[in-house]
C-alpha cells in the first residue's frame, strides 16, 4: 500500500481483515484453490454465508475466482499475491494529508 491511500481505503482494506471467518478462508485458500462449497463444508458454514464473504474478498482483491466447467460449472477460488505494510512512514504521511500537507 503507497502513501496516496487514503484513511478511508485503509479502513476498508483493515475491516475486511478483521473478520476471523475472512481470515481463515484466505489461510485455507492460501494452502490450495478452493471452492465456496468445500470452504463452506471446512469452517460449518452455510453456502450463502460463504458466498458473501468470498465475493466481498474478491471485490477487495485479495482472491480472484476462476470459472471451472466439469458436470456443472463451478467457481474455485485462489488467493492474489497481495502485501498490506503500514509503517509509521505510511500513517505519517496520511497524516500530513489529513492536516492539509
Not at 500500500?1 to 471467518?21: C, G, H, T, Y
Not at 478452493?34 to 463452506?40: G, P, T, V
Not at 477487495?60 to 460449472?73: H, I, K, L, M, N
Amino acid at each position: 500500500m503507497d502513501e496516496s491511500q487514503s484513511i478511508e481505503q485503509l479502513a476498508e482494506v483493515l475491516r475486511m481483515l478483521a473478520n476471523p471467518v475472512r481470515l481463515r478462508m484466505l489461510a485455507l485458500i492460501a494452502v490450495k484453490p478452493r471452492y465456496a462449497y468445500e470452504l463452506a463444508k471446512l469452517l460449518g458454514l452455510s453456502y450463502p454465508l460463504v458466498h458473501l464473504h468470498l465475493t466481498a474478498l474478491e471485490k477487495a482483491g485479495f482472491v480472484e475466482g476462476d470459472y471451472v466447467s466439469g458436470p456443472r460449472t463451478r467457481k474455485v477460488y485462489r488467493l492474489r499475491d497481495f502485501q498490506l505494510v503500514i509503517s509509521r512512514e505510511l500513517l505519517r504521511k496520511l497524516g500530513e494529508k489529513l492536516e492539509g500537507g
